[in-house]
């Protein structure tokens, strides 16, 4: 049994049969040319992970989940990823882990729109940040359910999911959900940001 950074777990059968090959490479992200107003617009969402082949602790999916938000260019100044009731010995991979998710995405800003627009552009967003090989095909669970629940919060296009997600098999080509994101450079931007009062996880 092994752990990854987020307290990933996979289980030994599928570890001990399949060889693990991973490097480190720059995430696939290259900003393009369509450059367009957009407005930011909050979102939320109530995420429940069911997996087979890996399966996360509760804090462990929160900042898997968190990771993956920045990088498809959720606001990260009022970013909030709080984990649900968690069953059991939290420092232990959960069944049915989940996460609340409260954040404000990009939309394209409408004709005449009289709300203050930042610039936004479209870019390219290749998940998992910085892992390949076997590591990224555990996430291919992980990713079905980001494509089919998550992303559709986020203006998007070319969405694609690259995997085969077998339970209890791990593929050696790995796993990977690209799409073209709208996004903005949130450091140049940091002051179209109203400012947010401070809020207590939900109970």
């Given at each position: 049994?092994?752990?990854?950074?987020?307290?990933?777990?996979?289980?030994?059968?599928?570890?001990?049969?399949?060889?693990?090959?991973?490097?480190?490479?720059?995430?696939?992200?290259?900003?393009?040319?369509?450059?367009q107003?957009?407005?930011?617009?909050?979102?939320?969402l109530?995420?429940?992970y069911?997996?087979?082949?890996?399966?996360?602790?509760?804090?462990?999916?929160?900042?898997?989940?968190?990771?993956?938000?920045?990088?498809?260019?959720?606001?990260?100044?009022d970013?909030k990823?709080?984990?649900?009731?968690?069953?059991?010995?939290?420092?232990?991979p959960?069944?049915?882990?989940?996460?609340?998710?409260?954040?404000?995405?990009?939309?394209?800003?409408?004709?005449g729109?009289?709300?203050?627009?930042?610039?936004?552009?479209?870019?390219?967003?290749?998940?998992?940040k910085?892992?390949?090989?076997?590591?990224?095909?555990?996430?291919?669970?992980?990713l079905?359910?980001?494509?089919q629940?998550?992303?559709p919060?986020?203006?998007?296009?070319?969405?694609?999911?690259?995997?085969?997600?077998?339970?209890h098999q791990?593929?050696?080509?790995?796993?990977?959900l690209?799409?073209?994101?709208l996004k903005?450079?949130?450091k140049?931007?940091?002051?179209?940001?109203?400012?947010?009062?401070?809020?207590?996880?939900?109970?």
């Amino acid at each position: 049994m092994w752990k990854s950074a987020c307290r990933r777990v996979s289980t030994p059968a599928v570890m001990a049969a399949v060889a693990a090959v991973s490097w480190c490479a720059p995430a696939w992200v290259v900003a393009t040319e369509d450059d367009q107003p957009a407005v930011w617009t909050p979102k939320e969402l109530q995420f429940t992970y069911q997996g087979f082949t890996t399966r996360y602790t509760c804090d462990g999916l929160r900042d898997k989940v968190r990771s993956m938000l920045l990088d498809l260019g959720a606001r990260k100044d009022d970013l909030k990823v709080y984990e649900r009731a968690c069953a059991g010995d939290p420092s232990r991979p959960n069944p049915f882990p989940g996460v609340t998710i409260k954040m404000n995405v990009l939309q394209p800003a409408p004709p005449g729109a009289t709300t203050q627009t930042v610039p936004a552009h479209w870019e390219k967003v290749d998940l998992p940040k910085g892992e390949f090989g076997t590591d990224a095909a555990g996430e291919c669970e992980l990713l079905e359910q980001v494509k089919q629940k998550i992303l559709p919060l986020f203006t998007t296009r070319n969405a694609e999911l690259h995997a085969n997600c077998v339970p209890h098999q791990l593929e050696a080509t790995g796993a990977r959900l690209r799409a073209e994101v709208l996004k903005t450079d949130q450091k140049k931007n940091a002051a179209d940001k109203p400012t947010a009062a401070a809020e207590p996880p939900p109970r």
